[in-house]
């Protein structure tokens, strides 16, 4: 990260997800909570914490497929289907990427990797279900602390594919 962005995040206390924002001038709101390790879900503990509905809370996984990193968001209320993934990038084969790998590469611990301000950029994938919302709700970077902003925004900071790759 440049010096003077890296000033900045520590500055306002933000992370590079947010400083992202910030730098594309995009509107959003920022959620905090305290985050309890003892939760069994990070996605579902932040729905509860910002007493927002599952299906708006979307977690951010990172997957091999067919040798290559790829981000994938879905929502928390549901699983990622690895089939749909690769399909959507025109890939055979998916699996979940090894956790400390997608944190090498994003910058981020589990839990709060967030799709936006990633170290190395990867090709991401949105599930299609985002666009029924207005806004939706990503890790801001750290576990604990979310961003709600426009799927559309955030489709066009992470260029991502959108594609059905959520399944109840």
Do not use: N, W
Not at 103 to 114: F, K, N, Q
Not at 123 to 133: F, M, Q
């Amino acid at each position: 990260m440049a010096k003077k962005a890296k000033q900045k995040q520590q500055q306002s206390g933000g992370t590079p997800a947010t400083v992202a924002l910030m730098a594309a001038g995009v509107s959003y709101t920022v959620h905090s909570y305290d985050h309890d390790p003892s939760h069994p879900s990070y996605g579902e503990e932040a729905a509860e914490a910002m007493g927002v509905s599952p299906e708006r809370v979307f977690k951010t996984l990172v997957a091999d497929v067919d040798g290559a990193l790829t981000v994938a968001i879905v929502p928390v209320a549901g699983q990622l289907d690895l089939k749909a993934l690769a399909a959507a990038v025109g890939g055979k084969r998916a699996a979940m990427a090894d956790p400390a790998l997608a944190e090498r590469t994003t910058g981020y611990v589990r839990g709060g990797i967030s799709p936006l301000g990633q170290r190395k950029k990867l090709p991401t994938v949105l599930d299609a279900s985002a666009s029924t919302h207005p806004t939706i709700c990503v890790s801001a970077g750290r576990r604990g602390l979310e961003v709600e902003l426009a799927p559309e925004a955030l489709t066009k900071l992470t260029e991502a594919v959108v594609a059905p790759i959520g399944r109840a």
